[in-house]
């Protein structure tokens, strides 16, 4: 199911996806960003024709941001519109002000509507981004998959969402969210399923030098970077070099491309000069070895 839609999986990761599916239970992602976490959800939904919902974590999300607002704009409209009919009703307006006409549904609301073609992709990304409160919440909302709403009272999924969550790992998620949910941890691929990857993210690149470039991202994951490039920027740089129409990678290409794979200045600077040239020749004697 994962190949068809271009995600390249291994065989222990595509068995805890099936079970998460089997069993209807969330499946929490953690890995180095760049390994494909995200890209697991959108291969999910585009392959079971689900709809993807996704709530992008940040540091001070809350509950109300991830589940709803009222749309005071609107609101206001309609308070100066009866106000200015003179049929001001306190009690009728006020009961007219908080239904669903006014209400603005983020993410996790969303996910427990009902979906056409069935339970939506609800893709939780990047959890470890906000603090522990939020995560509290998200405990409650994932055991019996519904939301309050005080105006309204309690929304419950008639279908449990499908629920992929991510974390980087920039800090550590609490167990009792963590016992919800299948683990998996996404780690950077072996050479040869960097290698099936670039074949099915960037067809048209040569095998030379498809080869070439997996086996130098490999090499330069071993050296002492702030930021080791993921799979993601494998492809990036791939892409970026048949852009510029490149047969064979060579240092001089290298040098002038690191934006692609690199994006702390420190890390670009350590390759400068000859090492990237030294780079090049291990993973061509890396090649040369499989």
Sequence with gaps: MLASEG????????????????????????GEAGVGKTEIAKAISAALGRRL??????????????????????????????EASGSADRDALKAELFTEDYLIERPLLQAMRPQAGGAPVLLIDELDRTDEPFEAFLLEAL??????????????????????????????????????????????????????????????????????????????RREDLFKKPGVAETIDWAKC???LDVVQ??????????GAILKYQDDIQKLQGSEAKRLLDEARRDLASV
């Design 249 to 258: 990678l060579s240092p001089e290409v290298i040098s002038d491309t690191l």
């Design 241 to 243: 070099l048949l852009a």
């Design 53 to 82: 919902i996704r709530l992008q974590c940040y540091e001070g999300l809350d509950s109300a941001s991830a589940v709803y607002e009222w749309n005071f704009a609107a609101q206001m409209i309609a308070i100066r519109t009866t």
């Design 143 to 220: 055991s019996d998959f519904q939301v309050t709403i005080p105006e309204l009272g309690t929304i419950r999924a008639p279908e449990p969402p499908i629920v992929i969550l991510t974390s980087n790992r920039t800090r550590e998620v609490h167990d009792a969210l963590k016992r919800r949910c299948l683990y998996h941890w996404v780690d950077y691929p072996s050479f040869q399923r960097e290698l099936d990857i670039l074949h099915a993210r960037a067809p048209e690149a040569q095998a030379v030098l498809s080869r070439e470039i997996v086996a130098f991202v490999q090499r330069l």
């Design 7 to 30: 995600y390249v999986s291994n065989r222990a990761l595509a068995t805890v996806v099936f079970l998460a599916l089997k069993l209807g239970r969330p499946l929490f992602l953690e």
